[in-house]
């Protein structure tokens, strides 16, 4: 029942208002009143600990110059605890990441871009590239006046309709991305 190593004691005295009112708190909770008190005082000492790092860090902040990221509390009511674990779920990201990352986009007027979603517009950007590179010496080829071994003109028409299409289709998912923010799930159009 006592915690291992606890030999000690602490006393003090106080009024009988105030031993009445100890005496409530600690049956309200269904403990003792010895328990109540050591609850107390390790709330006391953990919350000054708390302060004492917070204050500490912010001294190593200030004398380095140094930044970080400020730990923010906030209360939600149960429905929209709900919608922040459905919508954050469909990001695949943590409540706190996702609210983070909303609230960033939306003080700084940013749409906000998960990592794996920059991660396939990138990958499509650096096929944009591939392909356009590709057209370039087709058409330096054949402006030179070059026999073309490869596509004819129809199969160029055929590429620049493919790059015009996923240019398109990429412009699309930026704004289903930004639209999808606002409204808090991603519309499928697949």
Do not use: C
Not at 119 to 127: G, R
């Amino acid at each position: 029942m006592w915690p291992v190593g606890a030999s000690q004691f602490l006393k003090a005295r106080v009024s009988p208002d105030l031993k009445h009112q100890v005496q409530r708190a600690a049956q309200e909770q269904l403990i003792t009143e010895s328990m109540w008190l050591r609850r107390l005082v390790a709330a006391a000492l953990n919350s000054r600990a708390r302060s004492l790092s917070a204050t500490a860090e912010e001294v190593v902040r200030r004398d380095t110059g140094e930044t970080t990221s400020a730990r923010l509390y906030v209360r939600l009511r149960p429905e929209d605890r709900l919608l922040l674990r459905d919508r954050a779920a469909a990001r695949g990201m943590r409540g706190a990441t996702y609210l983070s990352v909303l609230a960033r986009s939306h003080l700084r007027n940013l749409p906000p871009l998960p990592k794996d979603e920059l991660l396939a517009l990138k990958a499509s950007v650096a096929e944009l590239g591939a392909i356009g590179r590709n057209l370039n010496q087709i058409a330096r080829a054949a402006n030179q006046g070059g026999k073309l071994g490869g596509p004819g003109r129809e199969d160029l028409r055929a590429m620049l309709k493919v790059a015009e299409a996923l240019r398109d289709h990429v412009k699309a998912l930026l704004t289903a991305n930004e639209i999808s923010w606002k409204v808090g799930h991603a519309e499928t159009t697949h």
